[in-house]
């Protein structure tokens, strides 16, 4: 009898019907694994967007003893393998894990490639204090390295993310001279107020800002041969700067203010800055082979957003990258007066996951994301850094 309902079930296409359905079901939930696994931990983690099969076959980075990430996996209430059944005799230590999506749907799947993320944190500071010692003392490690930084926290209405560094450590020890990463936007012609972002005046220091050292220096060693680098939006050329000191040969510091023009080229003789507007950019196409945007756009609305990355796709050459920076929420701070005088500023903390879309928009593929806490002496706002890659292939963005 069952056997002849079976067969009843296929001749009447009922199983050709049901099959289909589970098949697109399997498919959504193979690629939503595997978005959050090249999201979330994708330095941590290799593999192959299976074509069949209801699991995604992995290999760890050789530095995540997958024993102890069992171990505390299991703590957070994630079962995962150690990965001794799939060990081979030549490998000296498990790497590779079997990673079932069959039997979970989306809140399952998000819920568990963040636990996973949570339980790679120690193995992510223990090489984030490697990295650091390597900046300071290796002149001839490897160019890159290819791990990321993770840190877990919490950002909106609670909810669990994961902040990521990849590509740390690159170029020649650090020089330890003051160095401020943040600036003045571009399209700020007065100082900061007081109680506006502190990353806006010049008087930090890189040597407080770690990771952000850490990410401009690898931005500099894999961009140093691609022709100009644009740092729009230089204020004071503190960054250009910086740059400089990482041995990127060639550079040119830009910002709508003739002021911070004047005052960057004073403080910086030897590098070159000129007044232009990120918005309308008087380049030629494909005149630069990469470009950065540290907190340059904290004035912006999201329509000119999508205009400024426009025209810094316009004018880097195919391949050419990007890292854009700027403080995350979605508040506006207000000021209306600055050391006496009246001004009428306004700084926006913006959305990521708006920003993203603008970027693909005009034509960008994201490379990478960071986002990370505050540092003590900052304003209380996450702070974003997206690096993104012009198409080699690309035959510009239209607006």
């Excluded at 791990?147 to 902040?163: C, E, I």
């Excluded at 708006?354 to 994301?369: N, Q, R, S």
Aim: aromatic share 8%; with cysteine; net charge neutral.
């Amino acid at each position: 009898m069952l056997e002849q309902g079976i067969a009843e079930l296929f001749a009447e296409g009922e199983m050709r019907a049901h099959l289909k359905r589970a098949r697109k079901i399997y498919q959504q939930r193979r690629d939503l694994l595997c978005q959050l696994l090249r999201q979330q931990v994708g330095g941590w983690v290799a593999f192959e967007e299976p074509t069949g099969g209801m699991a995604v076959w992995t290999r760890f980075a050789e530095t995540v003893d997958l024993t102890a990430l069992s171990q505390r996996c299991g703590e957070l209430g994630l079962s995962l393998g150690d990965g001794q059944l799939f060990r081979t005799p030549a490998e000296t230590q498990a790497s590779h894990l079997r990673l079932g999506f069959a039997s979970l749907n989306a809140a399952e799947l998000s819920r568990s490639v963040d636990l996973l993320g949570q339980a790679l944190l120690p193995a992510c500071s223990s090489l984030l204090r490697k990295c650091k010692a390597s900046v300071m003392t290796d002149k001839n490690r490897p160019s890159r390295w290819t791990s990321h930084y993770l840190q877990t926290g919490r950002r909106g209405r609670g909810r669990a993310v994961l902040y990521l560094l990849s590509g740390c450590c690159c170029g020649p020890a650090y020089s330890p001279s003051p160095c401020p990463l943040s600036k003045t936007s571009s399209t700020a012609t007065t100082k900061r107020p007081g109680n506006t972002p502190p990353d806006l005046p010049t008087n930090s220091n890189t040597s407080t800002k770690h990771l952000d050292r850490l990410l401009l220096r690898a931005f500099a060693r894999e961009n140093a041969a691609r022709g100009c680098l644009l740092d729009l939006g230089c204020g004071p050329g503190q960054t250009t700067a910086f740059l400089a000191s990482c041995d990127v040969p060639d550079l040119l510091g830009v910002d709508i203010s003739p002021e911070m023009v004047k005052t960057a080229q004073a403080l910086h003789p030897q590098l070159a800055f000129a007044v232009a507007d990120i918005l309308r950019l008087d380049y030629a196409a494909e005149s630069f082979g990469s470009a950065i945007a540290f907190y340059s756009v904290v004035h912006f609305n999201y329509d000119q957003i999508r205009t400024a990355l426009g025209e810094t796709h316009r004018v880097l050459a195919p391949g050419g990258e990007l890292l854009l920076g700027f403080h995350v929420g979605d508040e506006i701070v207000h000021d209306d007066e600055f050391l006496g005088e009246p001004v009428n500023v306004d700084f926006r903390l913006l959305d990521p996951d708006k920003i993203v879309p603008l970027l693909i928009e005009t034509g960008f593929t994201l490379v990478d994301v960071l986002e990370r806490r505050p540092y003590p002496e900052e304003y209380p706002t996450r702070r974003a850094h997206l690096w993104a890659r012009k198409s080699a292939l690309s035959t510009g963005y239209c607006a």
